[in-house]
């Protein structure tokens, strides 16, 4: 029976105290008869033996099912300074806790991690690039951008990507007919993807919205210079769209 079990473990666990085998079978054994209070057991076994690699995977499972995302996030740490084996695995773990927590620092930290082991990985490189973007560092997000373009020059989120690029300087300037182009050409180029088709769309029309007759009847009724100008935009727009 395991209550009889756990008792007798637990009675050499007393006379050896040091001995991390005992104190790993009574975290066992309370993990079966009583789920609610493995975690504190298997503490007590990591405690008792901080090196093992199984230890520290489950702990720090046991630690993320019990919302201590903090105490769960440094166990992964140290766990892939420990388990070469499967460095991509626990980093991408990394990864989710970094996302999930805001932890901006740790995201990029832990995808160049990533990139070392897995250079050419597209996703990994758009991660990367969004979280510049989105952080305003538009030098790095371009340098970002340019080598995974270079990998891989059709892929409809980098070029999505691009286009926010681009986007950032259009909303300074939007009147500026080169980067009305090269907006529109990179979220035309994500467009072909059926995944990124709404998304590209949404961003393309804030850039050039559809013309309206009730936009056509607005640029009758403007002063001369401020007409000529919204006739411009219109057709920088028309020609970008259609090109």
């Not at 998304?199 to 050039?208: D, I, L, P, Q």
Request: with cysteine; glycine share 4%.
């Amino acid at each position: 029976r395991t209550d009889d079990a756990l008792e007798q473990y637990r009675a050499l666990q007393t006379l050896e105290p040091d001995n991390s085998d005992h104190t790993r079978k009574v975290a066992d054994l309370v993990a079966r008869s009583n789920p609610g209070e493995a975690l504190p057991a298997y503490r007590d076994a990591l405690a008792a033996d901080p090196n093992s690699v199984d230890l520290i995977r489950q702990v720090a499972e046991l630690e993320e099912l019990a919302g201590n995302r903090e105490a769960a996030l440094e166990l992964f740490q140290r766990l892939v300074t420990l388990d070469s084996a499967n460095e991509v695995e626990i980093q991408e773990r990394i990864l989710e806790f970094a996302d999930n927590m805001g932890l901006g620092e740790l995201r990029v930290s832990t995808l160049k991690r990533l990139l070392v082991v897995r250079p050419n990985n597209i996703n990994y490189r758009a991660r990367m690039a969004n979280f510049y973007l989105n952080e305003n560092d538009l030098r790095k997000a371009k340098r970002v951008l340019d080598e995974a373009l270079s990998l891989a020059p059709r892929n409809p989120e980098l070029r999505y990507l691009r286009g926010e690029y681009f986007h950032h300087f259009w909303e300074q300037d939007q009147d500026n007919e080169q980067l009305i182009r090269n907006t529109i050409q990179e979220y035309k180029k994500a467009q072909r993807d059926a995944d990124w088709e709404p998304r590209a769309t949404r961003r393309m029309n804030e850039v050039c919205p559809p013309e309206s007759d009730e936009q056509k009847e607005l640029i009758g009724f403007m002063g001369a210079r401020d007409s000529a100008a919204a006739r411009r935009r219109h057709e920088i727009c028309r020609s970008a769209l259609g090109g």
